[in-house]
T-cell receptor, first 115, second 109 residues
């Protein structure tokens, strides 16, 4: 089934540990995004990539890093997790970052708890 | 940046109509989107407006007024499965999408 696969689905992590959330899409979309969703705050953009080989910072990038080595994969890394990074993380993609509707397709989410 | 406001919660009866308002203040505007998100699931696309006016898609319609920084999502003939959060999102001139906090709609029998 075409779409976005995120892993893990859920993870409990000790503070200070390194964690990578994986995201893979098979739609050959150019643009990919990482959002976090917190109660009362909605979805906030962490990092994005308009095309393979390029990345950019979103609204809340601190404490996170991304890479885009190829079209399909866009991993999100927490170098040293802190409790405030407890959240649900959604990866998304769109055909391009340019004009037109460019609807975002979201993965199922990764629920991360940092203790 | 973007400032996007929408009500936190709304309740309506099955078969009724509900209108979810969204106001925004932006540093740039390149389209407004509505997404639906059921509890524990990913958001899914509902509608897109870039020009002023009404876009109709079955039981759902979305309206945009760029001069007023205002949009609404109209849900008609409500069904129990419409109970969900509805997210208003604005795309800026860099084509990045910013979301409001969402409106949780509860449909009661």
């Amino acid at each position: 089934i075409a779409g976005i696969t995120q892993a893990p689905t859920s993870q409990i992590l000790a503070a200070g540990r390194r964690m990578t959330l994986r995201c893979t899409q098979d739609m050959r979309h150019n643009a990919m995004y990482w959002y976090r969703q917190d109660l009362g705050l909605g979805l906030r953009l962490i990092h994005y990539s308009n095309t393979a080989g390029t990345t950019g910072k979103g609204e809340v990038p601190d404490g996170y890093s991304v890479s885009r080595a190829n079209t399909d994969d866009f991993p999100l890394t927490l170098a040293s997790a802190v409790p405030s990074q407890t959240s649900v993380y959604f990866c998304a993609s769109s055909d391009s970052a340019g004009s037109g509707a460019n609807v975002l397709t979201f993965g199922a989410g990764s629920r991360l708890t940092v203790l | 940046g973007q400032n996007i406001d929408q009500p936190t919660e709304m309740t309506a009866t099955e078969g009724a109509i509900v209108q979810i308002n969204c106001t925004y203040q932006t540093s740039g505007f390149n389209g407004l989107f509505w997404y639906q998100q059921h509890a524990g699931e990913a958001p899914t696309f509902l509608s897109y407006n870039v020009l002023d006016g009404l876009e109709e898609k079955g039981r759902f319609s979305s309206f945009l007024s760029r001069s007023k920084g205002y949009s609404y999502l109209l849900l008609k003939e409500l069904q129990m499965k419409d109970s969900a959060s509805y997210l208003c999102a604005v795309r800026d001139n860099d084509y990045k999408l910013s979301f409001g906090a969402g409106t949780t709609v509860t449909v009661r029998a």
